[in-house]
């Protein structure tokens, strides 16, 4: 079947804003909109340009505005949308060129959780137990690719950038939740911050668009229970 | 072109689990930097799903010379067993160590890290399945890459995030640094280092169904090849069984391992006709070869019998969603099956390089055959081989070569750092990539000459000539194909003329790693004229121990492949028929 494409467009080279480019391509019902790129990029324009890597929803590369709604272009298909699609960059972050976004304020939101196990205490040669139930706790959250589609959708954060965002919050749960972590006070702390999780408005944005399912303001409410705990 | 210099120690090319591993070790003594491709968590590590092997005896015995066994005897007798008793015997600490570091293993009710069964792995030598891959859930390598990255983080290890290697200096046969593009503005990096480790990852794309990623371009071992460095075992290349039809989406090996089962059909579980005696779980290899022989007598499914299925159903929905939630999420949102209910079509799929580039078992990178190395350049993980996988890799042996000897060629690093003195490098070393660049640049394009029909023509004929079964006649056929590609792409053009994420640019470097990675491996497999492994000649369909006990190392000779060999290193267990 034909399909229409409408790709909003950026070179930052030549061009002073962005702008709609429109596009037909032939295309099967059950391929991806990643593919429907790529067959723009490899056999009609070869400047098109977007990130992706794994193809199949698990790097966490290509999220975008694919008919208003942020998703990973290589995990939906093209039967799964209505036609014409159109195509812009995910929202609050600097558009590089044409779907790429500056991914590094993302990143530096991330680092500041301090996203990583802490525990002082010698664990000895063999691993630390943990029971399956404990595991469990942060199980949906360890699912985090960070792709940005939770944070780039959520209405705090394309007004005040400085919000540390869902995606962060979720990366602080998958720690502060952990049975063998202990550096949840240093996290909450951070948490309390102005542009911590407080600043979330239950939007359930991010929710519907994680492409890992991931329960995203369930995740930020929990966060906000144990810092109100932790207080 | 604006060029930027830097001084470093250390440079660790790619940013999955082997080259994270390896920062890890060498970062704390030396002024070292990650660069990356693609940013860190979006390696290919991330998507390895079904486990990691080691001997830690939770569920049930077990002993890391079993391990061992069941490593060489899945290779053929390849492997080289003084590697393989390394891999095998340090797994326990590695899982230990990456528990440590947080990483969230699937727990069983002692509260101890779960293990599953996987193809090949047995107790005893053979005598049953073994419970040895620990996992988390089926996304164990996202884990594995999230947990070394966070690590990275809590380090404060530099990263340069979106920048490409695409030049190795080395003089005199020692190692004086490299050459980067950076993505987000096309300027040039000179980084002076004296070590310099590979793990740039696998070459999946040669072949047009892969359960790679679009980034597996081979692009260490196609610049080192490129540089007189030889290429060891490239016609070893591993077709996983179960790939999502026409997609190639990894379908694990955890699948069988819970208990799914192979059918035909007419609904038969044919692999009781090929390995009676672990059936489903026999190494990828035989059951790659199996379902390649069941659809060609005519017993795949589908309107052209191109495809077999993998049946799930039986297992029950609380123990698939629990135990692989993402394939089945895989196969409802790719296949708009449900994987409770109905069973999976599925064919082989591109998954695995055996070959790579030669190194000892500290990650020193060979020089030849005869046991030369290159001062201080290492390399690690799939796009290495050390050899640990021989002629056909084992299930979640991969996991574990990635920690294992992307530790040891970071100590390599640290040694070699420590006892050197610092090299240099001046601008005037980016030229050669600039000249190359801005040749790309110039020219005019034409369709003829683009870099996407050149790799779909590339990517069809490998699937065509070079996949599960391969004689003399479909390799010397893919050897002239080989060749007019290659003078196709002597004259590769470009559309994009930009410096900001030109990825046609890059893309269109990447091929040329790509037809080397498809040059030797052909020539690779055209020389070795017996089948063993996941290496199989129709015209030579029998093991020849006597001939070809032998690894193979492809140089580049102009524009054509010399080969050389090595014999392998022999241990405790003597080749023997391979039977399951
Ligand atoms: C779908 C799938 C499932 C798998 N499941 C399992 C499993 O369950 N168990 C198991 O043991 N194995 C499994 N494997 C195999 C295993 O995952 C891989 O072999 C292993 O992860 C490779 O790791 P690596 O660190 O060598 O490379 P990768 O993780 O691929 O990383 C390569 C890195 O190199 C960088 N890079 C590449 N080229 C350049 C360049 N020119 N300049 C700068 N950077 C560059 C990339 O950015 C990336 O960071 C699976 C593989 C696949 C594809
Ligand atoms: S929580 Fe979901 S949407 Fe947000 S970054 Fe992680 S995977 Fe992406
Ligand atoms: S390309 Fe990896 S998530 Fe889409």
Redesign the interface.
Known sequence: MEIDLKILRY???NDKKGHWEYYKVDAEP?E?ILDLLHKI???E???L?FR??????????DAMVVNGENMLAC?V?VKEVSNPIKIEPIRGLPV???L?VD?EPF?DSY?KV????INNDD?G????????ED?DK??DT??C??CAACTTSCPVFWTAESYIGPAAIVNAHR?VM?S??QGSKQRLEIMKDVNGAFRCRTAFNCTSACPR?IQVTKAIEDVKRETLLNN | MKIVKHSFDGIIVGAGGAGLRAAIEAAPTMKLAVITK??P????T??AQGGMSAA?ANVEEDNWNWHAFDTVKGSDYLADQPAVDILCKEAI?A??EL????L??????????AQRRFGGHTIKEGAAPAFRACY??D?TG??IL?TLY??C??MGVEFFDEFQVLDIKIEDGVCKGVVAYEI?TGDLHVFEARAVTFATGGFGKIFKVSSN???LTGDGPGMLYQKGIPLEDMEFYQFHPTGIYR?G?LLSEAARGEGGILRNKDGERFMERYAPSIKDLAPRDMVSRAIATEISAGNGAGPNNDYVYLDLTHLGEEAIMKKLP?IT??VR??VKIEPINDPIPVQPTAHYAMGGIPTDVNGRVLSDHKGGVIEGVYAAGEAACVSVHGANRLGTNSLLDIVVFGKRAGQSMVDYVSSTKASTLNESAADDLSNKINNLMEKE?T?EF???NIRSELQDSMEENAKIFRSKETLDNQTEILANLRERYQNVT???????????LLEAIELDYLLDMADTTVASALARKESRGAHSREDFPDRDDKKFMKHSFAFKNGNSVKLEYKDVELGKYEPMERKY
Request: glycine share 6%.
């Open positions: 070179d930052p080279e059950e991806r990029k490899w056999f324009d070869g400047s340009s992706k890597s794994c193809a199949h929803g698990v790097c966490g590369s995990q298909l590089v060129k044409d790429i991914m990143f680092k301090l996203p990583y196990l664990p040669d063999r691993e630390r137990l943990q029971s399956p595991r942060f199980e360890t699912k690719i960070l720690f952990d063998r972590d399912g | 693609l940013y968590t979006r390696s290919h991330g998507a830690l600490d899982v230990v528990e440590h570091w947080g969230p293993f699937s727990r069983l009710e002692s509260g101890k890290i988390a859930a996304r996202h884990m999230q966070q690590k983080v809590s987000a990623a679009h980034s997609l989406i993402d999420d895989f949102t790719y394009h369709t683009s870099v996407a470009i559309q994009d003329k930009g410096k900001v994420f030109n990825s046609e």
